[in-house]
């Protein structure tokens, strides 16, 4: 954390009333503020969507059986998620500024060298360096980009956007790379997280450097747990849903609906397109009618959107219907995230460990699950299960309490009585 971020963060723990206000917006656009965070974040999770993309080629390339090549998935969940909380807490007191720019080149190289390491030990430990570099670098960035997004949730559903679009160029661009060249393919990944962590440790670098910081607005409020935890369960039940989608949309399209590889491949593109649209629209949403409220409407919206792919008669209307699931799956997303530390406001980082990587993974460790449905009754249940999956998500978003905006008249009454 550098000494720009440890002043601001001051004025976004100042003890107060229970609401809370972040910095005023710097001028520009959402993008021009979180171009950076954006393409960094971008980055770091085309790592995370490498593992299961280079999965099918451990097998066939090394020989690997299936519980094998679950164990190498599980190691980068396992890094990835676990610790999340707990950088999360280190980020929130200590300096850390430069753990952003660190946790993307360990997630590059753990995942690039994995494809030529020798040895199933060797190779599972490096997804579990790239898993944990995942998870360095989600809690510092999601707390440096909200420092960056000001109250504005429609620059932080930039940064989350960036996350899904890395989600989604993973298997766009491994998938060539690995077929064409092998495991060795891997290798070729390892300069951009380099690269963007040289930009993230200059970017440190300049902010250290600074002789003073701007003033920022008031800011302050107690951290409320209560409906911190109610928001961590809420954003659990959108991870199963994106999960499970996004684990079983294509054999969904080529057992079900009878179609080739193309059109399942496509199917899943336009699921990954929807949601990138989907994060950008619930920012811009969120700054208009209310954070509480867009979790909520999103929420309910992926109920029609999930039947409607579930009976649509034919593939061409089922990928619109993919599409709208996946807009409507990715409307709470980026406005869970700051509504997390909206509600932990003396502790952004651990919200955003929490938000970004222990409650996302979730959706990962319940696709066994899903998988076993699929086993038992076909892989069209799991998508009647999956209708079912933001019914509770919504009825607990119901009790999820609004932020109230801070007032500048409240925050002159703190500083005199302080």
């Known amino acids: ?39 960094a974040h971008a980055v770091d999770d085309l790592y995370q969507g490498l593992v299961p993309a280079s999965v099918p080629y451990f097998v066939l390339d090394r020989g690997y059986g299936y519980l094998a090549a679950s164990g190498l998935t599980l190691a980068a969940t396992l890094g990835s998620s676990l610790p999340q909380p707990l950088i999360g807490l280190l980020v929130d007191r200590r300096r850390v500024g430069p753990l952003a720019a660190v946790g993307v080149v360990l997630a590059g190289l753990g995942v690039g060298l994995a494809g030529l390491a020798p040895g199933y030990a060797l190779t599972w430990s490096l997804i579990l360096l790239s898993g944990t570099g995942v998870a360095m670098f989600h809690p510092a960035a ?38 064409g060249l092998g495991l060795a393919a891997t290798a070729l990944f390892i300069p951009p997280a380099v690269l963007v962590g040289f930009v993230l440790l200059r970017a440190h670098r300049r902010q250290a450097a600074a002789s003073s910081v701007a003033a920022v607005g008031p800011a302050g409020g107690e951290d409320r747990w209560r409906p911190f935890l109610l928001l961590t369960a809420v954003e659990s039940a959108r991870s199963v849903l994106f999960f499970g989608v996004n684990t079983f949309i294509e054999l969904y399209w080529l057992r079900h609906l009878h179609t080739g590889h193309t059109t399942a491949g496509a199917a899943l593109a336009c699921f990954l397109v929807g949601g990138v649209a989907g994060t950008l629209a619930g920012g811009r949403i969120a700054d208009r009618a209310g954070a509480v409220r867009t979790v909520q ?24 219907a993919a599409t709208a699931v996946g807009v409507a799956i990715n409307i709470p997303f980026s406005v869970l995230v700051k509504l997390g530390q909206d509600y932990l406001p003396t502790r952004p980082g651990t919200a955003a460990g929490v938000t970004l990587g222990l409650a996302v ?58």
């Open 1 to 39: 954390m550098t000494a720009v971020d440890d002043a601001r963060a001051a004025a976004l723990t100042a003890p107060g009333t229970a609401s809370t206000r972040q910095e005023p917006a710097a001028p520009g656009t959402p993008w021009r503020r979180m171009r950076m965070w954006a393409a």
């Open 142 to 179: 999601g707390r440096a980009a909200r420092i960056d997004a000001g109250d504005s949730t429609a620059a932080m559903s930039v940064f989350a956007a960036g996350g899904s679009v890395g989600f989604f160029l993973a298997p766009v661009l491994a998938t060539p790379a690995l077929a």
């Open 297 to 320: 409407a999103g929420t309910a919206l992926a109920i029609p959107a999930l039947v409607a792919l579930r009976v649509a008669p034919s593939p061409g209307i089922a990928l619109l």
């Open 361 to 418: 993974s979730i959706g990962g460790l319940a696709a066994p699950g899903l998988g076993a449905i699929a086993d038992a009754w076909g892989i069209a249940a799991v998508f009647w299960v999956l209708c079912l999956v933001p019914v509770p998500g919504l009825l607990l978003a119901v009790f999820l309490p609004e932020i109230r905006p801070t007032r500048p008249q409240d925050a002159q009454d703190r500083r005199r009585a302080t």
